[in-house]
Nanobody, 122 residues
Framework: QVRLVESGGGLVQAGGSLRLSCAAS????????MAWYRQAPGKQRELVAL???????NYADSVKGRFTISRDNAENTLNLQMNSLKPEDTAVYYC????????????????WGQGTQVTVSS
């Protein structure tokens, strides 16, 4: 089992910055990729940024050049630096981690945090 706890959300004006953090605990040795997702009201949850165990990153087109995902394996934390924030970045942001394929369930074994609200005012 992996437990994920997000922090760092809040209210910021357009053009401002926020830094989200996610603390992982439990079976952290089994974590492969980690990611940030977000879900705005009335919309589906979407991938914002992902980082593999090897450090490779992938970003949604809407945040490229503005957001930076990083991972501190020594501290067991995942971070998301968000700059030049826009009102459309307003959402609940979720931390995600996977620990590989569950052959019994025939599905990726994933864990989620409880989410942290980010609100960008215009």
């Amino acid at each position: 089992q992996v437990r994920l706890v997000e922090s760092g959300g809040g209210l910021v004006q357009a053009g401002g910055s926020l830094r989200l953090s996610c603390a992982a605990s439990g079976s952290i040795f089994s974590i492969n990729s980690m990611a940030w997702y977000r879900q705005a009201p009335g919309k589906q949850r979407e991938l914002v940024a992902l980082i593999t165990s090897g450090g490779s990153t992938n970003y949604a087109d809407s945040v490229k050049g503005r957001f930076t995902i990083s991972r501190d394996n020594a501290e067991n934390t995942l971070n998301l630096q968000m700059n030049s924030l826009k009102p459309e970045d307003t959402a609940v942001y979720y931390c995600n981690a996977d620990t590989g394929w569950d052959h019994v369930a025939d599905a990726l074994r994933e864990y989620w945090g409880q989410g942290t609200q980010v609100t960008v005012s215009s």
